[in-house]
């Protein structure tokens, strides 16, 4: 690869690295380290790496780095590098992932999803510490323009290095016509969970989403196929929700975003206001046989606010709710839980339906009820659920 | 040269004197008795004030060569250290010890004296550019001694360090000497690290901007044990007492591990009726606190006692009635100094009933449990707090160690990676406190049991709380940031870490250059 120009990515904040590059003959390599003398050898061994998987004969480098972590070191230098080159085939590559993952089931328990800017070095740093079942990397409104294609590389480096456990892990990129579809080429190399796709208004939109992951599973040789999480944030969406919801196999779960959606419509954010656009997508979410997740709660230091407004989403049956600092995880994922008696009951129609098909009945009952498959898909989402919470759940589970 | 209970590497003798290797948290069992002031006497109707503090270091007969003490509870706001430093240059008194509690970036300009003589010894903590400024070796005419708040109590108390001249900051004192750290204009909280220098110094020295009539209660410094009243026109600053930055922290990483702190002693069953414990005013403690706070109203749970650094967040649950008794050495803020004022139940308490290790009873052998910080651990679950991994000495132990030793529980909160430093480490740089009263070591990235305490490790896992062992949370940092080059030590000791009982437990080199 060839440095046409001048380049430079990141910043001078903590836990950041700034990056310059500039065409030279050979490689040279300059470290500015907050940590003095301690980690200079190894920053330029990542940045040699780093420019030896691109083919870079020719550069100047200087790295200035506040505590930065070796991969965010990496994705500002491959973003100074795109900066200084031009796009390319190159920034397309797979990067090989730190630590084996596993794709996700469909049904994934998706109580939250927790939103983190894609450019902020700090709190990526660490992001595999926070827990939320799901965790959606931004590259779309978090991210200032300029600051887009950084962003992508610095997404990438994280979900190749960290590891996450049992996180589903997902991107949300920019709207396809407005950079997504670059977004998609390069974070897909990180081997995300699926994609979020932000302001979904049509299911045609989620068709070309779909192809394109196709297309790039493929290429980049992913061992699953990648989700696709639309958010629905506009009355179009709302009035297209049940077409975008059942377009594609791979839609998991429908979002809702309220801030957008207020805006346009001009309604207040109140629970009234948006009752109706929370109910339709509830009702297009589930009548394709997918999650439904909430719109996040803004009001950071409110626990008692987040709380009562889970209870309404969970009542009207969300199965979870964007958040947007780790401190509103916890809370979400109690008020999810199931109650005791929820639990119960559950076990109970799991054990009757166990015990008719032991004894070949066709019919089961429980409770003088009927069980039926939802019924019994139900019970078993109760006790998935108690589980993940550790709750005490007898032998039925 | 041989090596202590820790494995470290300690000289034989130290400035000329021999030096006892730490043996074991407990193992050292002191001998003779306690040291004393000489006896005085005086007449009805005295009075001790005298109008400048040159006067009264002038009339204490202080000279070259002696050992002057102070208390640090103004912390980033003292005055005092440096104003009689100065004087005594002014006056030609040269080659001082100085006995501090402990040392803050205030004291900055204290480098120039010691450059130009005047002070030539120090021991005390020093946070921040006096420690850096020593660290460089060459510096003082002995190594720095670093000693805990208890550790300190029991030197002046046995006489290890004699002092000379004791200089006490008294934001509210009357003419007879009596003082206290709670009237006045500039309020700093208690003042009771000097209690023990009044009661060894072979002359004292109330120092004060607030002069009241007699008698000035709560006399914490006491009538008979003061030579002179020595009025100035600013003992101290008081906003120089808030410590760090007393706003419960939002930083994810320190949250999720004040979180699984208090998640740990939870399942531990700590959190029960009559307890006591140790909150510190660091950003991790104070989320603890508050997380504990929370906990304990779901619960209904009612602590017996607590004991600070108090900030408002602990005067908030001892409002409220989740803690009865405030056992308070230092205040973090202006809210913990009402609240001393107000209440009873909040009592101020001396380093001596806080945790000296030669007498019969520590507040902190009562404690069930204790969040404490680090700048590193190790595989051995050691403590360092006095050094960063570049082995520059830039903060004191505090009561880490006598909070460590006497709680039944001790939880140390650490990130496991700072900057981009991996604080979990084969070895640390120093040890200040040992693994052996050590229990747990709180990561965002999980939590490590000493595997002496067994027990715990069972009640963790079954409240299926993420238990590791630090050699997977010490690998998993170095996987993301890498090694890093380590600090070669020369053979210049800059700094001895006594443990409290007097041991040294480790010291600290001077660093030569880079592996």
């Known amino acids: ?397 | 040269m041989p090596l202590n209970a820790v494995g470290r590497e300690i000289p034989e003798t130290i400035a000329g004197r021999p030096v006892k290797p730490f043996q074991g948290a407990f193992a050292t069992v002191p001998q003779g008795r306690k040291h004393g002031g000489p006896l005085k006497t005086c007449r009805p109707r005295g009075n001790k004030v005298v109008p400048s503090l040159e006067e009264a270091i002038r009339n204490s007969g202080l000279s070259d060569g002696m050992t002057i003490s102070f208390h640090h509870t103004y912390r980033n706001g003292d005055l005092l250290v440096l104003k009689v430093v100065e004087l005594c240059e002014r006056l030609g008194i040269r080659d001082l010890r100085l006995f501090p509690t402990a040392l803050f970036p205030c004291h900055q300009g204290l480098i120039p004296y010691i450059e130009r003589g005047v002070v030539t010894r120090i021991e005390g903590s020093m946070n921040g550019p006096v420690g850096a400024f020593v660290s460089q070796g060459g510096k003082l005419a002995a190594p720095a001694v670093l000693r805990s708040h208890g550790g300190r109590w029991r030197a002046a108390e046995c006489g290890e360090v004699g002092i000379d001249v004791a200089f006490i900051a008294a934001p509210c004192a009357d003419p007879y000497g009596n003082a206290n750290g709670l009237g006045g204009s500039n309020p700093c909280g208690p003042i009771s690290f000097s209690v023990i220098d009044s009661w060894v110094a072979d002359h004292v020295i109330v120092v004060t901007d607030s002069l009241v009539p007699y008698p000035a209660i709560p006399p914490e410094i006491e009538q008979g044990y003061v030579d002179q009243v020595a009025l100035v026109d600013r003992v101290g600053d008081p906003a120089g007492i808030v410590s760090g930055t007393l706003r419960v922290t939002r930083s994810p990483t320190q949250l999720r591990i004040a979180r699984l702190a208090v998640d740990a002693v939870l399942a531990a069953g700590l959190v029960r009726a009559g307890m006591g414990f140790q909150a510190g005013a660091g950003g991790i403690s104070l989320a603890a606190t508050d997380f504990l706070a929370k906990e304990m109203k779901k619960r209904g749970i009612k602590a017996k006692f607590a004991i600070g650094g108090v900030t408002r967040y602990l005067v908030d649950m001892f409002r409220e009635g989740l803690v009865e008794v405030i056992l308070d050495g230092q205040a973090f803020d202006p809210e913990s100094i009402s609240s001393l004022r107000e209440d009873v139940r909040h009592q101020i308490i001396t380093p001596g009933f806080y945790a000296d290790y030669n007498s019969l009873g520590c507040a902190t052998y009562m404690l069930d449990f204790a969040f404490l910080g680090g700048t590193e651990v190790d595989l051995e679950f050691n403590v360092n707090v006095n050094t960063h991994s570049d082995g520059q000495l830039l903060h004191g132990i505090g009561g880490h160690q006598d909070v460590a030793a006497g709680a039944e529980v001790t939880v140390i909160t650490i990130p496991t990676i700072r900057g981009r430093i991996p604080t979990i480490r084969e070895r640390v740089t120093t040890v200040t406190t040992p693994g052996e009263v050590v229990d747990l070591i709180v990561t965002e990235r999980g939590i490590a049991v000493n595997p002496r305490r067994q027990e715990l490790a069972e009640d963790l896992k079954k409240a299926g709380l993420p238990l590791r062992s630090l050699e997977e949370l010490r690998a998993e940092a170095e996987r993301l940031v890498g090694k890093g080059k380590s600090p070669l030590f020369g053979d210049e000791v800059v700094a001895v870490i006594q443990w409290r009982d007097g041991t040294v437990i480790d010291v600290v080199r001077k660093v030569e250059g880079w592996e």
Request: proline share 6%; hydrophobic share 40%; with cysteine.
């Open chain 1, 1 to 397: 690869m060839e440095l046409l120009r001048e380049a430079r990515c990141g910043s001078e904040d903590r836990s950041d690295a700034l990056v310059c590059v500039r065409p030279g003959p050979g490689v040279r390599v300059e470290v500015t380290s907050k940590t003095g003398p301690m980690y200079e050898a190894r920053i330029r061994e990542v940045v040699g790496e780093v420019l030896g998987s691109y083919g870079v004969a020719g550069a100047e480098v200087r790295v200035t780095e506040q505590g930065a972590y070796d991969h965010v070191i990496a994705a500002r230098l491959e973003g100074a590098l795109y900066r200084a080159a031009g796009a390319g085939e190159a920034f397309h590559q797979p990067l090989p992932l730190a630590r084996p993952r596993q794709g996700s089931p469909r049904d994934h328990l998706r109580r939250t999803r927790l939103y983190i800017p894609g450019n902020n070095a700090r709190l990526l740093a660490f992001c595999d510490t926070f827990g939320p079942d799901c965790l959606l990397l931004d590259l779309e409104d978090a991210v200032p323009p300029e600051e887009k294609d950084a962003a992508r590389f610095l997404v990438r480096r994280v979900l190749a290095t960290l590891d996450f456990g049992d996180t589903e892990l997902w991107v949300r990129i920019n709207p396809l016509d407005r950079g997504g579809e670059e977004d998609l080429r390069v974070v897909l190399g990180g081997k995300p969970h699926g994609i979020c796709l932000p302001k979904a208004e049509s299911p045609v939109e989620i068709t070309r989403l779909a192809g394109l992951l196709y297309e790039l599973e493929g290429r980049l040789g992913l061992p699953w196929r990648v989700w696709i999480m639309p958010i629905i944030e506009s009355p179009k969406g709302v009035a297209q929700a049940a077409d975008i919801a059942r377009v594609s196999e791979r839609v998991v779960c429908l979002a809702f975003g309220a801030e957008d959606y207020t805006r346009e419509v001009g309604c207040a954010r109140s629970w009234e206001a948006l009752l109706w656009a929370r109910s339709q997508l509830v009702a297009a979410a589930k009548a394709a046989g997918i999650q439904a997740s909430d719109t996040v709660y803004g009001e950071l230091e409110d626990e008692v606010g987040l709380r009562e407004e889970v209870r309404r989403a969970k009542a009207l049956g969300f199965d979870g709710k964007g958040v947007i600092h780790p401190l509103q995880i916890g809370p979400v994922h109690e008020e999810f839980a199931p109650t005791p008696e929820e639990v119960r009951w559950a076990e109970g129609v799991v054990r009757a339906a166990a015990e008719a098909q032991s004894r070949s009945k066709g019919v089961v009952t429980y409770q003088g009820r009927m069980v039926d498959r939802p019924v019994l898909e139900r019970a078993r989402r109760v006790l998935a659920l108690a589980q993940a919470l550790r709750m005490e759940v007898g032998d039925a589970a």
